[in-house]
C-alpha cells in the first residue's frame, strides 16, 4: 500500500500535474496540502475519473488539506480536535485493508515567519494541540500514518545550510523539540528508517536557482506509527514533479507499506 504526501501550493494551478503524477504512480492514498480553494471549487470529478475519492477541507486562498484515496474514506475530523483555528489544516481519516483500519492524518502544519513572532507563538500552540490529539488518537488507533508539510527540519541534514539557518524560522531548537515529542509519541520518520542520499530535499525556494542548485530543506514527512513500522518498505522523495513547468516549490514524498491494499 502506497501513501504519499504532496503540498502542491495551489490545487487549481497544479491539477494536471497532479493527474499525471497519479497516472504515473498510482498511490493507494494521496495526501496534498496548500489547496488554496474553497470545497465549492475543488475537484472532484476530475480527480473521481483518475480513480480517486476525496474527502476535502478547503480554504479560499490560503492552507487547505485533502485526503484522496482509491477507497472510501471514512470517520473524517477537520482540524485538531480541542484545539481552536480558524485555518485549514488538519484532515483525518480511516482507510479500510484487509489487514485493518489505518488512520490516516494529513496536516499542513503552520509556518511560524520568525522566532519571537506571534506566528511563530500560534505555531507552538499549534504543535502543542497536535501533540494533545494524537496521542489520544493513537490509542484509539495505533495502525496510524501521520503525514504532511510540517515546515520543521528534523535535524541538520534536512538543511542546505545548517550553520547559516541555524535558530532561523524551520530550525528552531523550539520547534524540533516539537517533532522529537511527536516520535515519542510512537511514531517514525519513514525516510530516515532507510539509507538515503545526502542533501535529500522536498522543497527549494523558487529564488536564486534554489533548485539546480540543490539549496533545499526536506520539511515534508510520512510519520508511521510503532504498529505500522515493521510493514514499512522504502520511503523516497520524487523529485521529478519540480522540473516542471510552474511546477509547486514541494515534491511529493512516497511511503511503501507491505499491506495489501483493497483494489
Known amino acids: 500500500m502506497k501513501i504519499a504526501t504532496w503540498n502542491v501550493n495551489s490545487l487549481a494551478v497544479r491539477l494536471p500535474q497532479v493527474l499525471d503524477w497519479l497516472a504515473a504512480n498510482p498511490v493507494d492514498a494521496l495526501c496534498l496540502q496548500e489547496l ?30 485533502a485526503i484522496l484515496s482509491r477507497t472510501p474514506a471514512r470517520n473524517i475530523v477537520k482540524n485538531i480536535v480541542g484545539f481552536t483555528d480558524e485555518q485549514s489544516r488538519v484532515i483525518a481519516a480511516t482507510l479500510d485493508t484487509p489487514q485493518g483500519e489505518l488512520r490516516l492524518v494529513n496536516g499542513y502544519f503552520v509556518n511560524g515567519q520568525a522566532p519571537g513572532t506571534d506566528k511563530f507563538a500560534y505555531k507552538m500552540k499549534w504543535l502543542d494541540g497536535l501533540r494533545n490529539w494524537l496521542r489520544d ?11 504532511g508539510d510540517f515546515n520543521i527540519t528534523f535535524d541538520d541534514r534536512d538543511t542546505y545550510d545548517a550553520e547559516g539557518l541555524r535558530e532561523t524560522i524551520h530550525h528552531t531548537t523550539e520547534e524540533r523539540e516539537h517533532l522529537k515529542a511527536l516520535l515519542e509519541l510512537g511514531l517514525h520518520d519513514a525516510f530516515r528508517l532507510f539509507e538515503q542520499p545526502e542533501k535529500s530535499y522536498s522543497w527549494w525556494d523558487y529564488r536564486e536557482l534554489a533548485f539546480r542548485r540543490n539549496r533545499g ?29 510552474r511546477p509547486s516549490d514541494h515534491v511529493p514524498v512516497v511511503a511503501d507499506l507491505a499491506l495489501l491494499s483493497v483494489t
Not at 45 to 58: H, I, N, P, R, T
Open 36 to 65: 488554496k480553494l474553497s470545497d465549492d471549487k475543488f475537484p472532484l470529478e476530475a480527480l473521481a475519473a483518475a480513480g480517486y475519492q476525496s474527502a476535502v477541507f478547503g480554504q479560499k486562498t490560503y492552507n487547505g488539506v
Open 217 to 245: 530543506l526536506r520539511i515534508d514527512y510520512i510519520l508511521v506509527s510503532d504498529a505500522l513500522k515493521p510493514a514499512l518498505q522504502s520511503c523516497v522523495i520524487d523529485r521529478l514533479p519540480r522540473k516542471n513547468e
Open 137 to 147: 488518537e493513537l490509542a484509539a488507533q495505533p495502525r496510524l500514518v501521520l503525514v
